[in-house]
């Protein structure tokens, strides 16, 4: 099993940044891929930000050139900085990881962090 735990959320100022965080403990060696998710009220899960275990990141249109994702493996933490926050921005984070089992993928959530963008 993985445990995700999520930090960095809350209240900001249109235009402003937010980091969050979120630390990976258990069978982490077998993940392939960390992401970012979130949801906002009355909307479906979309995918924010990923990272895969080579380096690789994907962006959602919405947010490229704004948000940055990045890892830290000495520390079993992947990162979302947030730059240039937008009130459409306003949305519970969730931090996911993806570990290869066999032939199997499994997906792991944290709770979540809320990110709210408003004056």
């Known amino acids: 099993q993985v445990q995700l735990v999520e930090s960095g959320g809350g209240l900001v100022q249109p235009g402003g940044s937010l980091r969050l965080s979120c630390v990976a403990s258990g069978s982490i060696a077998s993940i392939r891929t960390m992401a970012w998710y979130r949801q906002a009220p009355g909307k479906e899960r979309e995918l924010v930000a990923s990272?895969?275990?080579?380096?690789?990141?994907n962006y959602a249109d919405s947010v490229k050139g704004r948000f940055t994702m990045s890892g830290d493996n000495a520390r079993n933490t992947v990162f979302l900085q947030m730059n240039t926050l937008k009130p459409d921005d306003t949305a519970v984070y969730y931090c996911?990881?993806?570990?290869?089992?066999?032939?199997?993928?499994?997906?792991?959530w944290g709770k979540g962090t809320l990110v709210t963008v408003s004056s």
């Open positions: 996911n990881a993806r570990r290869l089992i066999g032939v199997t993928l499994e997906n792991h």
């Open positions: 990272l895969t275990s080579s380096g690789s990141t």
